[in-house]
C-alpha cells in the first residue's frame, strides 16, 4: 500500500469497517490507541479519521468518541419518462406518488407516507415562477413524509393554484391521501390533461429540519437531492404548468437512473461507486 501515512492508515480502517471487523454503532480506538497502533503522529491519525469521516464511514462525537456508521443500502429511483418493467401500466415514473411506491415494491420493499398536511398559502417566488402566477397568488400545498422499510425516505411538497379547488377539485385541501393519484384526479374533475413534465436536480446541504427528519449529521456533509418536478397541462396555447412538486433525497441513502432507448428489462441496482 502506497500513499501518506493518514491515507494508509485510512484505508486499512476502511478494510475493517467494511469487512465487518469494526461494526456499526462500535466505537472505534481512540487516537492514542491508534497512535500506537500504527506508530504513527497523532495529527496523522486525525487526517486519517478526518478522511474516513468525509467518506461517511464514521462519525465523531464530542466527549464520547468516534463511531463506526449505519451504512445504508441505496435506492435506486427511475427517472426516466417512461413505463417501468415491472408496472408498464403506470406510464411516467420517477420519485412522485404510486409510480415511486409502485417501483419500490417491485424491488422487493415496503414503502409508506404520512397524511398528507394541507395549508393554503401565498406563494413564494420560486413557486411562482414555475406555476407562472404572480408571487403572493394563494396556492395549496401538500406535504408528506415518506418511508421506505420505515427509514425515512423522502419529503414531497406539490403545489397547485387554489382556483382549482373552487373549480371544483376539492380533495386537493383534505389532509388525506387522492388514490388516483393528483394528475388522475384533475383530470376527472376538471379536465385537465397532463401532457409532460420537466425535471431538474438540485444539490444542497440540509436544513435543519431536513437533517433531524432524516437523520443525518449536523456538519452538512451529507447532502440533500431536491427533484423539481413542474408539470404541464395542455391548453389551446401550448403547454401550462399545473403543479410543481420539489423531492428532497437524503444522498446517503438514495441513487438516481435515467434510462434512454434500449436497455434490459431488469431494474438498475445501486452503484457502488
Given at each position: 500500500m502506497t500513499g501518506p501515512m493518514y491515507r494508509r492508515i485510512a484505508e486499512d480502517l476502511r478494510g475493517q469497517l467494511e469487512s465487518g471487523l469494526i461494526l456499526p454503532g462500535t466505537r472505534l480506538p481512540t487516537e492514542l490507541e491508534l497512535r500506537d497502533r500504527y506508530g504513527a503522529a497523532r495529527n496523522t491519525i486525525r487526517e486519517a479519521i478526518r478522511l474516513?469521516?468525509?467518506q461517511g464511514l464514521?462519525?465523531?462525537?464530542p466527549g464520547r468518541g468516534t463511531f463506526a456508521v449505519q451504512r445504508l443500502e441505496?435506492?435506486?429511483t427511475t427517472l426516466s419518462a417512461g413505463p417501468l418493467p415491472a408496472a408498464p401500466e403506470l406510464g411516467l415514473s420517477g420519485g412522485e406518488g404510486e409510480s415511486a411506491f409502485a417501483e419500490i415494491r417491485s424491488r422487493g420493499r415496503s414503502p409508506h407516507a404520512s397524511a398528507p398536511k394541507v395549508s393554503v398559502q401565498l406563494a413564494a417566488?420560486?413557486?411562482a415562477a414555475r406555476l407562472r402566477v404572480l408571487p403572493g397568488t394563494q396556492v395549496v400545498s401538500r406535504?408528506?413524509?415518506?418511508y421506505i422499510d420505515d427509514m425515512p425516505w423522502s419529503l414531497q411538497t406539490s403545489y397547485y393554484p387554489f382556483e382549482f379547488v373552487t373549480m371544483g377539485a376539492t380533495d386537493l385541501v383534505r389532509a388525506?391521501?387522492?388514490p388516483v393519484g393528483a394528475a388522475s384526479y384533475l383530470e376527472q374533475r376538471l379536465g385537465l390533461v397532463q401532457v409532460g413534465y420537466r425535471e431538474r436536480l438540485l444539490v444542497r446541504q440540509p436544513t435543519?429540519?431536513?437533517?433531524?427528519?432524516?437523520?443525518?449529521?449536523?456538519?452538512?456533509?451529507?447532502s440533500v437531492v431536491t427533484l423539481v418536478r413542474t408539470s404541464y397541462r395542455a391548453s389551446k396555447a401550448g403547454p401550462v404548468p399545473f403543479r410543481v412538486t420539489f423531492t428532497v433525497l437524503p444522498a446517503d441513502r438514495n441513487?438516481?437512473?435515467v434510462d434512454s432507448g434500449a436497455v434490459p428489462d431488469e431494474l438498475a441496482t445501486p452503484a457502488l461507486a
Open positions: 474516513l469521516t468525509h464514521v462519525e465523531t462525537m441505496p435506492f435506486v417566488d420560486h413557486v406535504r408528506q413524509e415518506r388525506e391521501s387522492i435543519k429540519d431536513e437533517a433531524r427528519f432524516f437523520g443525518l449529521p449536523d456538519d452538512g456533509r451529507i441513487q438516481l437512473v
